[in-house]
Structure formats: structure tokens, C-alpha cells
């Protein structure tokens, strides 16, 4: 288990109201991510972090922002949500070693609904 | 920009038969490539990798899977599985760096084995 926690694991919020996910680690790693899921596209990178303050848009990252004031932790913030952002969220992490390993260990996931 | 095809969304195998996982990729550059299993209800957990070096590649729970740069191929075989290997799996690539990934995954592929 790489200790990655998301909160909360399920929520259901209505269309225009703001929510944020929250990914926690132990790990101490420098890179963290944030994935939506959904059936017939896989996963898709929302944004990502590579320290503290840095980070970075992904691949559909419209609608979506994010911040890392610490190490630990890693917040995805839909600012009115909508029923399009309706998915299973998903956190990973990875280190900086060297050599480098190129895993990255993935949270348990947040299972969103918009209605 | 890389892209992955999992041109299979399921297959459905009896229990102790061998079975092939399809995955092919395409990129301008030189990638990394994985596949992770997801369990139900679960987060996505490395099942193995290829960096560098020999073509075939074993991981965890009995699962190998052969790179083959000339197809841009990197297909997952079991030749036994369990009922426990029921899941959906995903290709991913990754542009070769030092340090920070990006992974681009596919559709993923749902594996349902039967007694």
C-alpha cells in the first residue's frame, strides 16, 4: 500500500455547486496527479504536480483547478461543477529516484456524481 | 504525442486457459511502457513494466508480456489465469525522461474469467 488517501470516496453535488477532492500522502514523494476515469476513455490526466507551488495543466484540465501548498497534500477544485465532471477521480503518485523506477501508485479513488 | 489502442474492451477466457491482452502504441519518440490491473472498486496497481533491455518482460502474478518495436506492440499474456485475475487492465506509455512522467493510458481491457 503506497499511502495515498482521497477524500471523500463518494459524493453526489448538484450542477453549479463548487467541490473540492483532496489526495493525502506518506509517502513524501515529489509528483503527484490527478486522473478521471470514464468508461471507454480510460484514465485521463486532469493536472499534475511536480513540488510544491509547481504544477501543471494535463490533458482536460477545462473546468478543473488545482493546488499543493504541501508536500502531503495535493487538492482538485471544480469550481461549479457540472454533470460532464461526473467520474471516478483518481490520485497518484511517484518518486524522484535514481535510478528512476517510473511507477506511479494510485489512491483509491473518488467516485463524483453531478446531478 | 503518444496514443495507445486496446482494441479489445473485453474479453471473457475459462478459468486455466492462456490469454493475450492487445496493446499498441504509437509515438514520435522513444516511450516506457506498462500495464496496470484495476480490481474492482479498486485503484490501478503496476503489474509490470518495460524500460530497457530484454524484449520480455515478467511481472507480478504470473503475467509477462513481449515489446516488440517493429509492430509497436507491448502485449500482456498469461498462460493460465484464475478466477482472481478477473479485472480491467490498462497499457500506458510514457515518454522516456528523467524523473517526472506523464502516462497516456488506453481504453483499458476487461478481463472476465469463468469456471
Known amino acids: 500500500d503506497a499511502g495515498i488517501t482521497q477524500s471523500p470516496r463518494h459524493k453526489v453535488t448538484e450542477t453549479g455547486t463548487p467541490v473540492t477532492l483532496r489526495c493525502h500522502q506518506t509517502?513524501?514523494?515529489?509528483?503527484m496527479y490527478w486522473y478521471r476515469q470514464d468508461p471507454g476513455h480510460g484514465l485521463r490526466l486532469i493536472h499534475y504536480?511536480?513540488?510544491?507551488?509547481?504544477?501543471d495543466k494535463g490533458e482536460v484540465s477545462d473546468g478543473y483547478s488545482v493546488s499543493r501548498s504541501k508536500t502531503e497534500d495535493f487538492l482538485l477544485t471544480l469550481e461549479s461543477a457540472t454533470s460532464s465532471q461526473t467520474s471516478v477521480y483518481f490520485c497518484?503518485?511517484?518518486?524522484?529516484?535514481?535510478?528512476?523506477?517510473?511507477?506511479?501508485?494510485f489512491g483509491p479513488g473518488t467516485r463524483l456524481t453531478v446531478t | 504525442a503518444q496514443s495507445v489502442t486496446q482494441l479489445d474492451s473485453q474479453v471473457p477466457v475459462f478459468e486455466e486457459a492462456p490469454v493475450e491482452l492487445r496493446c499498441n502504441y504509437s509515438s514520435s519518440v522513444s516511450v516506457y511502457l506498462f500495464w496496470y490491473v484495476q480490481y474492482p472498486n479498486q485503484g490501478l496497481q503496476l503489474l509490470l513494466k518495460?524500460?530497457?533491455?530484454?524484449?520480455l518482460v515478467k511481472g507480478i502474478n504470473g503475467f509477462e508480456a513481449e515489446f516488440n518495436k517493429s509492430q509497436t506492440s507491448f502485449h500482456l499474456r498469461k498462460p493460465s489465469v484464475h478466477i482472481s485475475d478477473t479485472a480491467e487492465y490498462f497499457c500506458?506509455?510514457?515518454?522516456?525522461?528523467?524523473?517526472?512522467?506523464?502516462?497516456?493510458f488506453g481504453t483499458g481491457t476487461r478481463l472476465l474469467v469463468s469456471p
Open positions: 497518484a503518485i511517484s518518486a524522484l529516484r535514481q535510478p528512476p523506477t517510473y511507477e506511479q501508485y
Open positions: 518495460y524500460l530497457s533491455g530484454s524484449t
Open positions: 509517502e513524501n514523494h515529489r509528483y
Open positions: 504536480s511536480y513540488g510544491v507551488k509547481d504544477t
Open positions: 500506458a506509455v510514457s515518454e522516456m525522461n528523467t524523473g517526472f512522467q506523464k502516462l497516456v
